[in-house]
């Protein structure tokens, strides 16, 4: 995994290494490691005099806070592995710090580590690991507070987005990640096992930051009228079944899934057809 970094000169180098081989120095910050609404934070409590006063994750950027008195020139994120992820020069007076992480990462532990000349000066550690969960899935004609129009054209409100959904997704760990996948299966009309685009409407991923929630919007017509070999339709009395959403992690390279019950009434015809989802 390339990661942009800073430009590495010979102090740069001699500074990273001291700084990974220095421990346990007096005035040296140890991580709380604490989580507040989903956020990494680190050192919440120090003082104005503190070096390394927070470390917090703001969307994709992992930011870092110097207390008004740090004197630091160099700031290295050191990766769970104990790679060097990216350095970042501090000018005389600076006192926030970002790094972009992305959604390509690998999660764990990271260290942040101050430097000085040639010796580290503060040092502390946050967890960024993100953690999807599917919360609902969400149909046109049950949720029309959605900006369905927005994603799929006013013109295609009948034929489109009576066949598609809407995947809420919410990302309650300490890290971003994004979902590069959409798949349903089971009891609905129109089971896909390949949908195209990997089944995200016009998108390729959708970041979904920590403590955030987004919606994924189908391209697969999951509750479309034709029903495939394996689908369950309409019918004027009722049809249940249960169905899976399986949405896919970018930086765990997996899927997460959710299981879900549905209820078809009222209609053999699609379009009028009464579907009650509930979270299994």
Known sequence: MNHKQSHFNRRTVIRTAAGLS????????????????????????????????????????????LGSAADVEQLNLIQPNGEL?????????????????????????YRIIAVHGEKTVAETSVEIRPQLEIVAVGLFRNN??????????????????NAEACVSVHN???????????????????????????????????????SETRDLFSSSLPFGAHVGNDGMGCIVEKNTGEFSV?????????????RFTVEYSGSDVMRDCSITINRR
């Open 22 to 65: 220095v421990g346990g120095l007096a005035g040296c910050l140890n991580g709380s490691g604490e989580t507040r609404d989903g956020t990494s934070i680190a050192n919440d409590d120090a003082d104005d005099q503190g070096i390394l006063r927070q470390v917090t994750v703001d969307g994709t950027k992992l930011v870092v806070e």
């Open 246 to 258: 399986l949405v896919g992690s970018r930086v765990f390279a997996k899927k997460i899934s959710e």
């Open 172 to 210: 309650s760990g300490t890290g971003p990640d994004a979902a590069v996948s959409l798949q349903f299966s089971g009891d609905i009309p129109n089971p896909i096992e390949d949908p195209r685009n990997s089944g995200l409407y016009d998108a390729d991923k959708v970041t979904i930051p920590p």
């Open 85 to 109: 992820f990216g350095t970042r020069e501090v000018a005389a007076g600076v006192q926030q710090v970002s790094f972009e992480i992305g959604t390509a990462y690998n999660p764990g532990d």
């Open 144 to 161: 029309p507070d959605k900006p369905w129009d927005a994603v799929y054209g006013e013109s295609e409100t009948n034929r489109i987005q």
